[in-house]
């Protein structure tokens, strides 16, 4: 079964940090891109950071310097460090698997992020 599981969210003080994690399951975990996005509230989900094995991570310029990703293919695991959390960064935080050439591309339930005092 092809499935991507997120945790790791919660409530969280302005300048704080949480490590969100993604579990994969039932695909070729080193093959794929994989990927966080994030949609708050009132809007569109976007892009937060992306890393396919092999290669330098890709950072939303609003993250940079303040988020990491890292996989370990070993573990069919890539987890998002988040450190200087603003109340900006409050969203919905989606795992993403996306394989080309196929355009396999999969998405996690969410996990919920508040930044707030």
């Known amino acids: 079964q092809v499935q991507l599981v997120e945790s790791g969210g919660g409530l969280v003080q302005p300048g704080g940090s949480l490590r969100l994690s993604c579990a994969a399951s039932?695909?070729?975990?080193?093959?794929?891109?994989m990927g966080w996005y994030r949609q708050g509230p009132g809007k569109q989900r976007e892009l937060v950071a992306h890393?396919?094995?092999?290669?330098?991570?890709n950072y939303a310029d609003s993250v940079k310097g303040r988020f990491t990703i890292s996989r370990v293919n070993a573990a069919n695991t890539v987890y998002l460090l988040m450190n200087s959390l603003e109340p900006e960064d409050t969203g919905v935080y989606y795992c993403?698997?996306?394989?080309?050439?196929?355009?396999?591309?999969?998405w996690g339930q969410g996990t919920l992020v508040t930044v707030s005092s």
């Open positions: 993403n698997a996306f394989r080309q050439p196929m355009g396999y591309n999969i």
């Open positions: 890393i396919i094995s092999g290669s330098s991570p």
């Open positions: 039932g695909i070729a975990f080193s093959l794929y891109r």
